[in-house]
């Protein structure tokens, strides 16, 4: 499913994100930026060691924020490590959070004169955040960033199970403008 905002594709797919020649793919990464399970394993599996050579340089990065390294071995030239809140109740900022670590991923992609790039659904793993609001959250985020950034000409979200994907697609066609 895909919808334009102003001169952005907005995008969801299911799949792997490992898979992706978008510009760059955002990894939920942990503040340490150590690597872990689910997307993040994924990605620094597939990406090699290359990448984490560059998070340990880099050292760690707060909740809510986001840094760029190579993408390694991937098709994908760069990858933005996003750290996505733990959800905790909905009562801690999570919801502030959340919607910042697309921000600054957003912003990070453009700076870097990026085109194009793919999230991941962050936080809706081992980070346990309710997927329909974290859904609403990420598009609405996407679709604010894609009327006032036309250079940015692809956001895409890949998710990796159908029920993931469905409640995506459910949120959208709620949000679309
Ligand atoms: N491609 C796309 N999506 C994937 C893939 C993949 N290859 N693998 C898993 N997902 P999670 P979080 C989905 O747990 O909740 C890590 O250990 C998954 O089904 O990867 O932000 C980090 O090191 C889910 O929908 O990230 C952190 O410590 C989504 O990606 C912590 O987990 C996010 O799930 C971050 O937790």
Redo the contacts with the bound molecule.
Sequence with gaps: MKITVNQTVIELDC????EETTDAVVN???SRL??????????HRAGGPAIMAECRKIGGCPTGEAVITTGGNLKSRWVIHAV?PVYRGGGRGEAGLLVSAYQNSLNLACKKGLASLSF??????????PLGEAASLALSTCVTFAQSHPELRLIRH????RQ?YDVFAQELKKIMP
């Design positions: 799949g792997d994100i490992t939920a990464a942990n150590a690597g872990g399970a689910g997307v993040d394993g994924a990605i996505g991941p659904a962050i936080s809706c793993g081992a980070y346990g955040y890949v998710l990796f199970d993931t």
